[in-house]
């Protein structure tokens, strides 16, 4: 069998020799498809002169047999489009791929089996942009072609739409997501310039799409009358009552409603908007929505406002369900200031734990009413940057996913104050040192300068200098003590201010004497520390003496 296999191929191989031509297959031979489009891409040795072309075929696993692959027959280039087969997506498809030349061809080059469903990307979708004072409206159309039946068709409301709006000036981003067709971007700035582009995925089968290009846009200038603002809805099993903000008196206003599955179907539905019975003109800020108008169903309702020839731009659009509207109640917060930050602690119902949450968290400094807006998605949120012993209020409320159209209202406002803080009690304890220590250092100064002064102008008596000599000499160190030295004690006898006598007396004598002048009898005032019986024996046994 090798042997008739060999000499079968041999005329063709010595043709092929004859003709000097030999063919090299495609190489790195990938496909892509994208939507509606499937394309088939290779590399090549050979260039476009030397006039080489490259055939397709497939099979699935319905067709044992190779196929032709329509689109992809005798291509001059390196790829080529089959977007016209028709195959069942959700089923293994083989693909090959060969050079010719003449009569001459290469060996085949397969492709790995693959399941185009499983392969396939989403494409970017179809954006169309309006722009009014303070908001831009976008048009977005699904991937792929309307008139295929191509797998996105069969998905046609489980898309949702990730868009990114930038301000060119700032760089500032903002995102959200939808599922509608049709969007509006609200709150932003007049005659500003933006851009925006748009992601379609479908997360049921977890499938990401390809970002649009980016769209450029300006805002206009601010129009007279603004749309109206903070519209609210109330219900009972009855009716239903929308309430809504605006600025300015005298003005009438316009309320309709339109369907959401209108919404989602492809086109423009702006026709499809109908004026609420009773709300058609109404110079109130309140509408009621009497559910006997309504059937069963979720509703949009929007709100334009009109004065004289001027007339607002509509509203931001508020759903509503026709059957069961339960408002969202407010949260309770809890707030515990510390010294420059203040943590709030919100509470929501249990029942919504399914539900994904953001939290509005609004705060102002209670002297200046300026009011600040931050979006959290804890529960637990620390506002920082604040000032130290400042009175701050808060109030909160509660966004659900994932569209984030629903909103609680907000809870009442709670005002704390923020905390001294460790920095200021140290402050404290620090000035009250040094104010302790002023004030010893205040005492001694003052000490010093009444002793100074003491010293100058109050002097204290002092002694004659003969009399402080003596007194002034150290007493004996042990009078107890018995040494080979007499003790002597010296007495002074002061009978006028010029004479003064002297008498030592030896201790060691066994008699008793004392002298004194015999110039006066007068008691001098001053006299010696011996007994007076003493005095009486001595003046006659000692004879007088001169000074």
Known sequence: MTALLLVAAAPWMLLAAAEGIYLDPPENVQFYIIDD??????????????????????????????????GCQHIMGTECDFSALHVNVYENVKLRIRAEKGNSTSSWHEVDPFIPFMEAHIGAPGVHVEAEDKAIIIQISRPGRIDSNVWWNMDEFGFVYNIVLREMSSGDEKRTKTFHRKYKFLNLSPETSYCLRVTANLPGLQKLGTPSPEYCVNTTVENALPPPENIN?????????????????????????????????PGNYSDDWTPVPGCENTKDKLCVLSKSNFPEGNYFLRIRATKENNMSFWSEEKTFDSKTYI???????????????????????????????????????????????????SHEVTIADLKPQTMYCIRARVHLGPLWHEKSAFSEAMCKETTAGNSSTIWIICRTMIAIFSLLVFIYVVKCLKRCICYIFFPQPKPPSSIDEYLSEPPAKNLLLLTSEEQIERCFVIEDAEAILVVEKTVSEPEDHKTYSSQTSEDSGNYSNEDENLESRTSGEFPPKEA
């Open 327 to 377: 408002p969202i109640p407010a949260p309770s917060i809890t707030v515990k200031p510390s010294r420059d930050s203040l943590t709030l602690y919100i509470n929501f119902l249990e029942d919504l734990d399914a539900f994904s949450k953001k939290y509005e968290i609004i705060f102002w400094e209670n002297a200046t009413n300026t009011e600040r807006k931050i979006m959290e998605e």
């Open 37 to 70: 489009d499937f394309t088939l891409k290779w590399n090549s040795s050979y260039e476009p002169f030397e006039n080489v072309t490259f055939s397709a075929d497939y099979q699935t696993s319905e067709i044992n047999s190779w196929k032709k692959l329509p």
């Open 233 to 265: 809805l109330d219900g009972n099993s009855e009716s239903s009552v929308v309430t809504w903000d605006y600025p300015y008196a005298d003005v009438t206003f316009q309320v309709q409603w339109i369907s959401a599955l209108s919404k989602r179907h």
